[in-house]
Nanobody, 126 residues
Framework: VQLQAVGGGLVQAGDSLRLSCATS???????MGWFRQAPGKEREFVAA?????????YYADYVKGRFTISRSNAKNTVYLQMNSLKPEDTAVYYC????????????????????WGKGTQLTVSS
């Protein structure tokens, strides 16, 4: 499956933005995740959502309550709604897809994902 994340840009602190990630395959077969990487830092988990049937979502503590992950299987697209953005949210955001049966234990680990898209840059100014 091929993934393409879009929607990044330059915003001010407190603004909202929605990222989208379109997949080339039938997305309902995949668990989906968002990760980010800031300059000079390691890639970190942001949010994930299980494949259709449960739509259980997981969030990193530093985005919980501000970010919401959702999916539209009809559009083969996963979204990341980001509210109350902070300068520390500045990073390249990547979407990823997983087929692992052990997703509940790997959702926040990049090794749990077999497919990655190119990132989209988000810059939050103070």
């Amino acid at each position: 499956v091929q993934l393409q994340a879009v929607g990044g840009g330059l915003v001010q602190a407190g603004d909202s933005l929605r990222l989208s990630c379109a997949t080339s395959g039938r997305m309902f077969n995949y668990h989906m995740g968002w990760f980010r990487q800031a300059p000079g830092k390691e890639r970190e988990f942001v949010a994930a959502i299980r494949r259709s049937g449960s739509d259980v979502a997981y969030y990193a503590d530093y985005v919980k309550g501000r970010f919401t992950i959702s999916r539209s299987n009809a559009k083969n697209t996963v979204y990341l709604q980001m509210n109350s953005l902070k300068p520390e949210d500045t990073a390249v955001y990547y979407c990823a897809a997983s087929t692992t049966a052990s997703f509940s234990g790997l959702y926040d680990n990049g090794r749990g994902y077999g497919y990655w898209g190119k990132g989209t840059q988000l810059t939050v100014s103070s």
